[in-house]
């Protein structure tokens, strides 16, 4: 694990533990998806942050002036310290880290579920509910189309990759039967 990415988790915690106090976790972290979202479709923003060039004070006036009003005092007074401590860089891994605590906390995972078709609504619905009964959290789905799939679906949580494609049947009865043929 890289030294950023220990530092981020640290400063994702921190905020978590001050979002729990304030019984404002969920806000915080919409405030933060906000944030995110803004840095990513104005790339001078985002640009003007990495500026090694740009004083710390510049930076922080930067945030003031984008942010301001949109978010906390507690999410303004995060992106104030990272860039006071030189680590703005770190603000996309520090709200991913940050949405990972507070879900884990809240009882709530995401789902990406791959399909080789569009699902409906009530599709999506039905798998969510599925893995919230297996996982016991309450699952937030999101449908990725892919064509390599011959057909079913796999579903990702976390770390956790369960296959239930064609492919993925196919795979496993090929290594059985392999392992039965070494006998």
């Given amino acids: ?29 919409e405030e933060l998806s906000k944030v995110g979202a803004t840095l990513k479709q104005n790339a001078e923003i985002k640009a003007l942050l990495s500026n090694p060039g740009l004083s710390a004070d510049s930076k922080a006036g930067l945030i003031r ?57 009530a599709e999506l619905s039905k798998i969510a509910a599925t893995f919230s009964q297996l996982t016991g959290k309450q699952i937030r789905v999101e ?6 799939l011959l057909g079913g679906i796999q579903v990702r949580i976390g770390d956790r990759l369960y296959d239930g494609s064609l492919s993925g049947k196919l795979q496993r009865l090929q290594k059985s039967l392999n392992t039965s043929q070494a006998l």
Avoid: H, W
């Fill in 65 to 121: 002036t984008v942010f301001d009003r949109q978010v906390s005092e507690t999410v303004l007074n995060t992106l104030l310290l990272l860039v006071d401590k030189g680590r703005i860089d770190l603000l996309q891994a520090m709200i991913g880290y940050f949405e990972t605590i507070s879900s884990e906390a809240l009882g709530q995972a995401s789902a990406t579920v791959y399909t080789p078709v569009a699902l409906s609504e």
């Fill in 1 to 29: 694990m890289s030294q950023d990415t220990i530092v981020a988790k640290r400063y994702a915690k921190a905020l978590f533990e001050i979002a729990k106090e304030q019984n404002k976790v969920a806000a915080v972290g």
């Fill in 143 to 148: 449908s990725v189309l892919d064509k390599s």
